[in-house]
């Protein structure tokens, strides 16, 4: 008689008590997935001689997301792997997104393998204020490197632009129901000189230091449907144009819409006009205003933009006003976007991005092979990593602030637990018969 068959019973249902006790012991291991055992028979001349494992696979299913509230904890919502570097080099992929920063600026797992990730242009990176003219996409290299948060400051960006909307009362009477200011008018107009007007409102504007002008406008109606404008910083004008609208309250444009009601004015002989310029390839119409930045800064040129600006019967009141300057600010935080997207938070309010992580997929998942530490390698079975950014094609978005729980389900686990004990105990129980069938052969 043939103790193997029973033998090899006994040896497959340990292999699935063995998986099936691992897969409990990780029930709350983030981003663990969990295995099963397959089993295939063996026979010998056509006879039947027990079973073997023919298979440990892994069950890759989305584990549910969990919210953590941690800005570096990620979970992947979908396809794909994280790209881990590890100090030795070798690279890996995970499901776990328990990160955290590392002294340096880099992203790390518990274990220090570093999260990679697509980084920024040399070029772009060099001029952090840079980085906020483009798309993130734009400016993104193609290899994959580990991702680094610099701690840095964003320097100060100095106004160039400023864009407003407003209307101007069409009710309003020329010379009449006056406000007054005194301004100087440098280099050599008289201190003091009275300046009239209907409408003011002001802005911050900021020099290449990042100190904060006021810009104030003052609005005075003039004949027809023309409103004189003089700009005042510091106390001082700085000059005056015109605004043209039509009979129908809008700001004067051409026929292809481009504003063209912006003029230049000499005012009222006082106060010096502006430079006037128009865009030669948009037809769009500006106003620079030289205003001063202090004996440090670089002089301050701003162009002033009125696309939208109307001349009603209704209050005159700005509607809308943005500018692109900002002063410095320290690094206070990070958070990543749902594509992935690393970004820096500063206290002046602004952001800048530090790069995207990346997410690899396989054409066969069930191929890779767990390293521990919860990373798996790629094999031949499992094929090369494709690489790709969260949210594009097949691969999965990324949510903050949350993980991807193990995808054991224990009360399934518990079930086959008992299964296999009770097909261990029953190979267990045919060596016992047959062990005493042979000793009953023996005796006679």
């Known amino acids: 008689m043939s103790f193997t068959t029973a033998i090899s019973g006994i040896n497959a249902q340990s292999e699935k008590l063995n998986v099936a006790g691992n897969n409990i012991a990780n029930s709350q291991t983030v981003g663990y997935k969990s295995s099963s055992v397959r089993f295939a028979d063996v026979y010998a001349a056509s006879r039947g001689i027990g ?5 440990t696979r892994q069950d890759f299913t989305q584990g549910s997301v969990e919210s953590t509230g941690r800005n570096l904890d990620l979970a992947i919502a979908g396809k794909g792997f994280y790209r881990l570097e590890q100090s030795s080099g070798e690279v890996g992929y995970s ?7 590392a002294a340096n600026g880099d992203i790390v797992n518990a274990q220090g393998a570093k999260l990679m990730g697509y980084g920024l242009d040399e070029e772009i990176k060099a001029d952090t204020a840079d980085q906020l003219a483009f798309p993130f996409s734009d400016v993104l290299k193609g290899a994959t490197k580990p991702l680094n948060v610099p701690a840095n400051d964003m320097p100060a960006k100095a106004t160039t632009e400023v ?10 009477t020329t010379g009449q129901d006056l406000s007054s200011v005194e ?3 440098p280099p050599a107009g ?3 000189t009275k300046l009239n007007y209907h409408f003011a409102n002001n802005f911050t504007a900021y020099d290449s230091l990042g100190n904060p002008i006021n810009v104030a406008t003052y609005y005075e109606r003039g004949a027809n449907n023309q409103w004189t404008v003089t700009a005042v910083t510091e106390g001082q004008s700085r000059g005056q144009f015109t605004l043209d609208f039509d009979t129908n309250g809008k700001i004067l444009t051409n026929a292809e819409g481009y504003v063209t009601g912006v003029g230049s004015s000499a005012g009222n002989g006082t106060i010096p006009g502006l430079t006037h310029n128009e865009d030669p390839d948009t037809g769009e119409t500006t106003v620079n205003i030289p205003a001063p930045g202090g004996t440090l800064a670089n002089p301050l040129n701003i ?5 939208g600006s109307t001349q009603f019967a209704d209050n005159s009141l700005q509607k809308e006003l943005n500018q692109n300057g900002y002063a410095s600010g320290a690094l206070v935080g990070i958070e990543v976007l ?7 938070n500063f206290s002046n309010e602004q952001s800048a991005a530090a790069g995207q992580v990346v997410l690899a997929s396989f054409s066969n998942e069930e191929g890779l092979e767990p390293l521990g530490n919860n990373l798996w390698a790629a094999t031949n079975t499992s094929g090369i990593a494709n690489m790709g950014a969260p949210g594009v094609g097949q691969y999965g978005q990324i949510q903050a602030g949350a993980v991807e729980a193990s995808n054991v389900e224990l009360a399934e686990e518990l079930v086959n637990m008992i299964v296999a004990q009770r097909a261990y105990q029953a190979n267990s129980n045919t060596i016992s018969t047959q062990d005493e069938l042979l000793q009953t052969v023996i005796n006679l």
Do not use: Q, Y
């Open 303 to 307: 162009e002033l933009k009125f696309d």
């Open 190 to 192: 008289p201190p003091g």
């Open 183 to 185: 301004v100087d008018v």
């Open 338 to 344: 749902a594509d992935g997207t690393v970004m820096r």
């Open 95 to 101: 499901r776990n997104g328990e990160f955290s920063l």
């Open 51 to 55: 079973v073997s494992v023919s298979d």
């Open 163 to 172: 864009s407003t909307i407003l209307n101007l009362d069409a009710t309003t």
